[in-house]
């Protein structure tokens, strides 16, 4: 069907005069097709209702995503190009983000006043202001004057079952080391030392209990596990009902050789998943149950053990006969997997590749976790301690840029050069960008770098604010730290 085109306006058109006087009947109008009309408007409105539909659906997966992403342990904040300094932390907040406590918004830890006393403080992470302060130990004269503003002590997260309230665990010592301009100066030993389990929602004491001369803490459920090193005598690691301080078990390390008893009361503990470490640094390291068992000891010799929170594991590196490194796989409920070359932790893992397993030794493997089985090899060099995980990719830094592989083959999906002259650090992401520095070799100002997770072209490239050289993450937290030790919270 076609439409006749209207005469042009203006135009002079043949006009036929009718003599006979009777009137011309009108053409009749065509029918009007009401039904089709309704038909035409209906299936309009129907779609512009899909697609809207389908845009309020897409929206909500998008926005379900973001937030599962942003409670994804080691994501930061959104961050864009015009990031810049939120706050500094003093040396008495810096402490407190190193204990790596993250509750609501908020980064919780043991704090030394200028006063010398001590208290469970939280930290709002966009400010740094305190949102509660729970002193623990009254002003210290002597503790003041030390130039050090960490505590003897620390504070660890308790696991707890779901929907209990979350709680936090503190050794609380009045000892310290004093440091003077020289090295160490004063060591002052300690009279009380106390773990004390407190509310993370609003610093309240829930129990408070007596460890006379623990130096280590580490929380599983249920219990504190604590270490008491001697330098004369056996060290003892015990575990203690959480809330009563009741001792349910004992276990005391091999102690180090003759040549390493300087050592011996740098026991570190640590826990994952159920599963307690405890090693002698340089020494052994051994895995222990919750009930106190040993579920894997290493021989004397250089050992230790690396913390892969984000996995839930513990791994223990020992060395070989022939001297290659070897890494140990222990996880609660499976059997121990030994991988050759030292595991790379990942700082994010969003689960899109189970089971996978890093190793860095002039080159990066993909292990399974389970069968220690190789799944792939890649010839990149990784030149940081850590990696990322983010949808079913592998992000790396390397001396010649930040790679991306696929993670179920090692291929190469791209690789993001850097600057001439330059080399990048510590991989953060946001869950939308690749965000490292990138750190000139021979000294300048470091930019501030934000990659495609899809290609790895550059989103933005801004120098650093306030001429700080390295970035890196703590929980949510984004930081850049200089040269000189200043660190400082970005956003």
């Not at 890494?327 to 790379?344: F, H, K, N």
Request: charged letters at 25%; proline letters at 6%; glycine letters at 12%.
């Amino acid at each position: 069907m076609s439409l006749a085109r209207p005469a042009r306006a203006g135009a002079m058109q043949p006009v036929e005069l009718d003599e006979t006087g009777e009137p011309v009947p009108a053409p009749a109008p065509p029918a009007r097709r009401r039904g089709a009309w309704r038909w035409v408007v209906g299936v309009a409105v129907g779609v512009v209702a899909a697609l809207a539909g389908t845009q309020v659906v897409l929206d909500a997966r998008e926005r379900a995503t973001g937030e599962r992403l942003a409670a994804t342990p080691g994501v930061v904040r959104p961050v864009a190009a015009d990031v810049d300094v939120l706050w500094e932390p003093d040396a008495t907040r810096r402490a407190v983000i190193a204990q790596g406590i993250d509750v609501d918004g908020a980064v919780l830890g043991l704090a030394v006043a200028t006063d010398g006393s001590q208290a469970f403080v939280a930290l709002d992470q966009r400010t740094g202001r305190e949102r509660f302060r729970t002193v623990l130990l009254g002003p210290d004269a002597d503790r003041a004057r030390s130039l050090d503003r960490t505590a003897a002590g620390t504070c660890v997260a308790v696991p707890v079952d779901e929907g209990a309230p979350d709680r936090a665990a503190c050794l609380v010592s009045d000892g310290f080391v004093q440091y003077g301009d020289e090295g160490v100066e004063t060591r002052k030993p300690a009279t009380t030392t106390r773990v004390v389990v407190l509310d993370t929602r609003d610093g309240h004491v829930v129990a408070d209990t007596s460890a006379p001369g623990a130096t280590s803490l580490a929380a599983v459920r249920g219990l504190a596990v604590v270490a008491v090193p001697a330098r004369d005598a056996q060290t003892e690691v015990t575990g203690r009902d959480l809330l009563t301080g009741e001792v349910r078990w004992r276990f005391s390390p091999p102690a180090p050789g003759a040549d390493r008893r300087a050592f011996a009361d740098e026991v570190r503990l640590v826990a994952v998943d159920g599963l307690v470490g405890v090693t002698v640094p340089g020494w052994t390291a051994t895995v222990l149950s919750s009930s106190g068992e040993v579920l894997r000891s290493s021989r004397p010799g250089d050992a230790d053990h690396v913390v892969d929170p984000v996995a839930g594991r513990l791994v223990l590196l020992s060395t070989t006969g022939s001297g290659t490194l070897l890494s140990t796989l222990v996880e609660r409920g499976r059997a121990d997997v030994d991988v050759p070359g030292e595991v790379l932790p990942f700082t994010v893992d969003d689960g899109s590749v189970p089971e996978l397993v890093l190793t860095s030794s002039g080159d990066v493997r993909g292990w399974d976790a389970a069968t220690g089985e190789q799944r792939w090899r890649s010839d990149v060099v990784a030149s940081s301690n850590a990696a990322l995980v983010l949808g079913g990719r592998v992000f790396v830094s390397t001396r010649a840029g930040v790679v991306a592989l696929d993670g179920d083959t090692g291929d190469l999906l791209w690789r993001a050069a850097t600057v001439a002259g330059t080399a990048p650090g510590f991989l953060v992401t946001d869950g939308r960008h690749v965000v490292t520095a990138e750190q000139p070799l021979t000294g300048g100002i470091s930019e501030l770098v934000a990659y495609g997770l899809d290609d790895g072209r550059t989103v933005w490239r801004v120098p650093f604010p306030d001429s700080l050289r390295f970035s890196l993450s703590v929980g949510h937290l984004l930081l850049g730290r200089g040269t000189d030790g200043r660190v400082v919270v970005l956003g």
